[in-house]
């Protein structure tokens, strides 16, 4: 690999003069750990080199977008071969009947599909869809779930209400500057794991079926379930959010592993294959109120977008049942590692999985919910994340990321993370 003549430090100061931060989205920017980003100049299955020419064991993997390693040569063949045909016409194209119908394969409540173009479209149309058919206002979500960030659902996780009677629910406070109130009035927020009590008010509940943007946190035996008998008794939908879950904790997604169906579902990151995709899927009847059947709107330009479906075409091929046994067993095996090196550093730590994903907290119990999840030590997590970033692998530098490993990461690649965590550790471990 040729380094460019540039270094971070250079590409981040000119970054920092022409876009807001110098990055695209807020995360990159090592705000919560500190120090310069890492600029990427190219990726090859686990691994990443910056423009310095310096190489990371990389388990951000583009937040989940990435499934079968940076640069797989069946995805970029597809995207090659897609673009010599054109990359976007304004009209149907094969491939998004193929996506759809593999979608529905593998998820059949899915009954219908429509591809948009990121995770945040997925959310915000789904919520559009949820109000259009219900004829009702209110959503529920929960407390350190993400969906993207479209203002309805960008509510202050803080301000958590158990159930919905009017007295004790004020409705969501607006999580950014430039959302109105009035955009979260019908949005409330419930803790995480407790299936709060709804009316015949709310529309919809959305939920993460496993939280992993809050460090990694699973739902509690019977909350699933439980929210569906909830949605079905006052006839709310329900919405789950399998951006980061679809096609990536298994076959099926959470729905599947957990055997819940819900009304509708929201898909993005890994059926993408690395480029700009989002779909969301459902009951044909509800689906059936979208335009140009029904009175929901919802459109774009690039939905669809051959490139961006050859790619998630070529991405789901790679994800076959062996594909899921193979990848969750090594996630367990670097899960284990990783638990092993900081226990043996003497620093407090719950190392979670829920089928591939893996998620580090840094105190002593499992968090349940997000006020639990955000006691975990964000200054040891900036601390690790340097330690092992200097020694060549790459966490998300934020300590509400999951772990992305992925089909590229083979024995090799684990044995060498897990010994680089035992010498992290060591070096930011309690003397
Ligand atoms: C990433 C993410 C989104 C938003 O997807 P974008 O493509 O970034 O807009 C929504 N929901 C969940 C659970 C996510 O992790």
Redesign the pocket.
Known sequence: MTASRTTNQALFDRARDVIPGGVN?PVRAFNSVGGTPYFVARGEGARVWDVEGNEYLDLVQS???IIGGHAHPKVIEAIRAAAGDGTSYGAPTEREVLLAEEIRRRVPSCQKVRMVS??????MTALRLARGATGRNRVVKFAG?????GDALLAESGSAVAHLDPAHSPGGVPGSAGVPAAAVTDTVIAPYNDVPELDDTVACVIV?PVA??MGLVQPADGFLAGLRAECDRVGALLIF?????GFRLGWGGAQEAFAIRPDLS?F??VIGGGL?V?AFGGRADLMDHLAPLGPVYQAGTLSGNPLATAAGLAALDLCDHDAYRSLIGQAGRLAAGFQAALHGAGIPAVVATAGPLIGIHLGATAPRTYADARTTDEARYAALFHALLQRGVALAPGAYEVMFPGLAHDDAVIDRIIETAHEAAAAIGSP
């Open positions: 989205s937040y989940g977008a990121s995770g945040t479209e997925a959310t779930n993400y969906h993207g960030h993460e992993a943007n959010d399998e951006v980061i879950t929201c993005g990151k700009n989002g």
